[in-house]
T-cell receptor, first 113, second 113 residues
Framework: GEQVEQLPSILRVQEGSSASINCTYENSASNYFPWYKQEPGENPKLIIDIRSNMERKQTQGLIVLLDKKAKRFSLHITDTQPGDSAMYFCAAGGAGNTRKLIFGLGTTLQVQP | ETAVFQTPNYHVTQVGNEVSFNCKQTLGHDTMYWYKQDSKKLLKIMFSYNNKQLIVNETVPRRFSPQSSDKAHLNLRIKSVEPEDSAVYLC????????????FGAGTRLSVL
């Protein structure tokens, strides 16, 4: 299977709190897990990614965790700000002959002041 | 910084017409993609090309046909549009060697009346 499940679909948090988005994937051969942020009217932009040789990666208030056994990965945004409000997509893939990325359905994050 | 260029930005047409979308990347990537993003923001891969060779051809209607003249260009033609083709079509590019970051263009919004 190639599905990537992403939850929640909508996430509302208070400014300053943390936000977590979880994804699961089916293809155990997947080796690349990027996260994209899409603001209204804009194209998706990479914010952080992790490869299968790592379990944790952190950059500028973003933390990604990867559990290959459970085929699960997650994005954690610490100290959320109103500018973090956007649509977030996880993706999994990079394996096999096609190396295609399969995207989750997206999470709308709303950071309330 | 914009390095994946799509034209047109918007296109409004009627059922049964033919449309063509253009995409050019100046990043020196060897792989290009077409994704469709529907009204629910679902990102679904349609095609990918590596060095002008078709790599991924998802189950899309036969009226869709990609065209690549060189590794920096990937166009999309829709022979006879249907109402369900209304969506944003996102072009992207990346390096093939190992899964890598997708850089998306600004998208072409197609409205079929």
């Amino acid at each position: 299977g190639e599905q990537v499940e992403q939850l929640p679909s909508i996430l509302r948090v208070q400014e300053g709190s943390s936000a977590s988005i979880n994804c699961t994937y089916e293809n155990s051969a997947s080796n690349y897990f990027p996260w994209y942020k899409q603001e209204p009217g804009e194209n998706p932009k990479l914010i952080i990614d992790i490869r299968s040789n790592m379990e944790r990666k952190q950059t500028q208030g973003l933390i990604v965790l990867l559990d290959k056994k459970a085929k699960r990965f997650s994005l954690h945004i610490t100290d959320t700000q109103p500018g973090d409000s956007a649509m977030y997509f996880c993706a999994a893939g990079g394996a096999g002959n096609t190396r295609k990325l399969i995207f989750g359905l997206g999470t709308t994050l709303q950071v309330q002041p | 910084e914009t390095a994946v260029f799509q034209t047109p930005n918007y296109h409004v047409t009627q059922v049964g017409n033919e449309v063509s979308f253009n995409c050019k990347q100046t990043l020196g990537h060897d792989t290009m993609y077409w994704y469709k993003q529907d009204s629910k923001k679902l990102l679904k891969i349609m095609f990918s090309y590596n060095n002008k060779q078709l790599i991924v051809n998802e189950t899309v209607p036969r009226r869709f046909s990609p065209q690549s003249s060189d590794k920096a260009h990937l166009n999309l033609r829709i022979k006879s549009v249907e109402p369900e083709d209304s969506a944003v079509y996102l072009c992207a590019s990346s390096y093939w060697g190992g899964a890598d970051t997708l850089y998306f263009g600004a998208g072409t919004r197609l409205s079929v009346l």
